[in-house]
C-alpha cells in the first residue's frame, strides 16, 4: 500500500514539471502518471509545488554555552524543522577540552536518539587537538560523521591555531572527508572586547563593533592560503560579509575550491538591530550571534552569492536562547550574552519569501540552496536532496498561496523571540513527508512519535 501525490508541480534544483508520485515503503517508487494501485491512498496536490525536503547545514540543539542551555533540544528543534519544511538537519557536536571526538560524538548522541521528528546527522567541532584527535578522525568518518568544524574564533574555548587547521586539513584529505570553519580572527576580537568594555562600552551596541567585517575576511584569507598549500576543498560557514565574498572570489580565480554557506539572518537582517549608542535598550541581545549581522550592502552582497551559486548552501546557525532569563546573563557584559538565534523553522519560507518572490533566485535555486548542495557536500545526494525514483521520499508539498506574518507567537521554535517577528511570509508546508511518512499533514505537525534517524553520511 503506497500514497500517490497527484496533480502537483515537482521541483528540483535542475527541472521543473508537473507529474504524481508515488511512494511506498519510505522510498520514491515512481513519477509519471496513473500510478496508483490497489489500496494505495491518493493526495491531490494541485496548485502546490513538490519539493525535496529541506537539509539545513547549520543548528545547534541542545548545546551547553556557559551556564545556560539553548532553548531548542532535538525534539522542539527538530519539530520546528519539519515545520518549516526541513526534513534533515545537520547538527554540530562539539569536543570539549580534554575530551575524545568518541566521548563527544557519544553525547550527541545521547542527546538526540530516540527525540528526533526529521532525520539527522552530525559534524564534529574539534577544540582539542593531539594525535590522538588526528587518528580518531578517522572513527568519526566510520561513524558517519563525514565532516569536522574548527573555529577561528572564540579564544579560549572553541579556537584553534593555523597549525592545527593545517594538520587536520592534511587528514581530512586523506580520509576525504570535509572540513567547514567558522571564519572569525578570534585574536583580535578578544583584544576589541577588551578595550570595549575598558571603557564601559558594555551593551549590545558593542558586539558587531568588536568583531568587524575585516575580522571575518582576515580569517578566510587566511584559510583559504592554508587550503592551497594543502590542495584540499574547504567550506565556510555563516559567511556574513561583503569582503569575505570577495576574497571568496579570488581564490577560486586561484584554482581554490571553496564552498560558502549564508544563513538568512544575513541576507535579510542588518546591524540596525542592535540599537544606538547612548539607548539603554537590551533588545539587541537577540541579535546576538557570531558573526553578528552586517550592513545593508553585505545584504546586497551576498544576495548576488547566492543568485550567481557562489554560495551553495543556506543554513540557518539556528542557536537559540530565550531572550529572557537566558539572553540577560550578559545585561551588564555583552560579551556575556550567550551567542545565537532561532531560525530552523521559518529558512525555506523566507528564501521562497524574499529569493522566489523578488526575483533574486528561482524556485529551482531555492532548492539546491536549501537542499540538493547540501545533500552533495555533506554525503547525501542522491538518498536525499532530490525527487527522483529511489529516493528518499522526503517531500514538501509547498502551498504557493498561504500569508502570514511571522511571529514568536504562532512559532514551534521553543523560544520566546524571533529575528523575523513582523516579517511577511509567503508559501507554507501543506504536507511533509520523511521517509514516506507523513509528518505534517494540512500545515499541522502530526506528533505521533520521533522517527527521525540518524544518517551515516558517505565521505566525499
Ligand atoms: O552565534 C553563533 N553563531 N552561535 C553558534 C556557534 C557558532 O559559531 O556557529
Ligand atoms: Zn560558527
Ligand atoms: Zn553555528
Known amino acids: ?175 576525504k572527508g570535509i572540513i567547514t570553519f567558522h571564519c572569525e580572527n578570534g585574536d583580535i576580537i578578544e583584544e576589541l572586547i577588551n578595550e570595549a568594555k575598558s571603557k564601559g562600552n558594555n551593551s549590545p551596541y558593542y558586539h558587531p563593533l568588536t568583531r568587524p567585517a575585516q575580522v571575518e575576511k582576515e580569517a578566510i584569507v587566511r584559510l583559504l592560503n592554508i587550503a592551497e598549500i594543502v590542495d584540499v576543498p574547504v567550506y565556510i560557514v555563516h559567511l556574513s ?40 535598550s537590551f533588545e539587541g541581545a537577540k541579535y546576538v550571534m557570531s558573526p553578528p549581522l552586517r550592513k545593508p550592502y553585505d545584504n546586497d552582497a551576498l544576495w548576488k552569492g547566492v543568485s550567481s551559486g557562489e554560495i551553495m548552501t543556506i543554513g540557518t546557525d539556528h542557536c537559540s536562547f530565550n531572550y529572557k532569563v537566558q539572553k540577560e546573563v550578559g545585561r551588564d557584559d555583552f560579551s556575556k550574552i550567550p551567542n545565537g538565534a532561532p531560525g530552523v523553522e521559518h529558512r525555506i519560507g523566507l528564501m521562497y519569501t524574499y529569493g522566489v518572490l523578488k526575483n533574486r533566485i528561482s524556485m529551482n535555486e531555492m532548492v539546491a540552496l536549501t537542499s540538493t548542495n547540501a545533500a552533495k557536500l555533506f554525503g547525501l545526494f542522491p538518498q536525499k536532496g532530490t525527487i527522483a525514483v529511489g529516493s528518499d521520499a522526503d517531500i514538501v508539498i509547498w502551498n504557493p498561496d498561504f500569508s502570514t506574518s511571522i511571529s514568536a507567537k504562532n512559532q514551534m521554535q521553543n523560544v520566546d523571540y524571533t529575528p523575523y517577528e513582523g516579517f511577511e511570509q509567503y508559501g507554507r508546508v501543506l504536507h511533509a513527508f520523511l521517509r514516506g511518512n507523513k509528518v505534517i499533514y494540512n500545515g499541522k505537525l502530526i506528533e505521533y512519535k520521533p522517527i527521525g534517524k540518524y544518517l551515516y553520511r558517505k565521505t566525499w
Open 241 to 280: 560579509t561583503r569582503e569575505g565574498l570577495l576574497s571568496i572570489l579570488d581564490a577560486k580565480k586561484r584554482g581554490i575550491k571553496v564552498y560558502a554557506e549564508t544563513c538568512p539572518q544575513y541576507l535579510l537582517l542588518d546591524d540596525s538591530f542592535y540599537g544606538d549608542k547612548d539607548s539603554n
Open 1 to 175: 500500500m503506497g500514497i500517490v501525490l497527484e496533480g502537483g508541480k515537482i521541483i528540483t534544483a535542475v527541472d521543473s514539471y508537473c507529474s504524481d508520485i508515488r511512494i511506498e515503503d519510505e522510498k520514491i517508487i515512481s513519477i509519471g502518471n496513473s500510478l496508483k494501485r490497489p489500496g494505495d491512498e491518493v493526495i491531490c496536490i494541485k496548485g502546490c509545488y513538490v519539493l525535496p525536503g529541506g537539509i539545513d547545514t547549520h543548528t545547534h540543539f541542545d548545546l551547553e554555552s556557559g551556564s545556560v542551555v539553548t532553548a531548542d533540544n532535538f525534539e522542539t528543534g527538530t519539530k520546528a524543522a519539519l515545520v518549516g519544511g526541513t526534513t534533515t538537519i545537520l547538527d554540530y557536536a562539539t569536543q570539549n577540552k580534554g575530551e575524545t571526538l568518541k566521548e563527544a560524538l557519544k553525547k550527541q548522541h545521547k542527546k538526540s536518539d530516540g527525540l528526533c521528528y526529521c532525520d539527522y546527522g552530525f559534524h564534529m567541532g574539534i577544540t582539542d587537538w593531539n594525535d590522538e584527535t588526528c587518528y580518531e578522525m578517522k572513527d568519526m568518518i566510520e561513524e558517519g560523521v563525514t565532516s569536522f568544524k574548527l573555529y577561528m574564533a572564540y579564544k579560549n574555548t572553541l579556537q584553534v591555531d593555523d597549525g592545527v587547521i593545517f594538520k587536520a586539513l592534511k587528514r581530512s584529505k586523506e580520509l
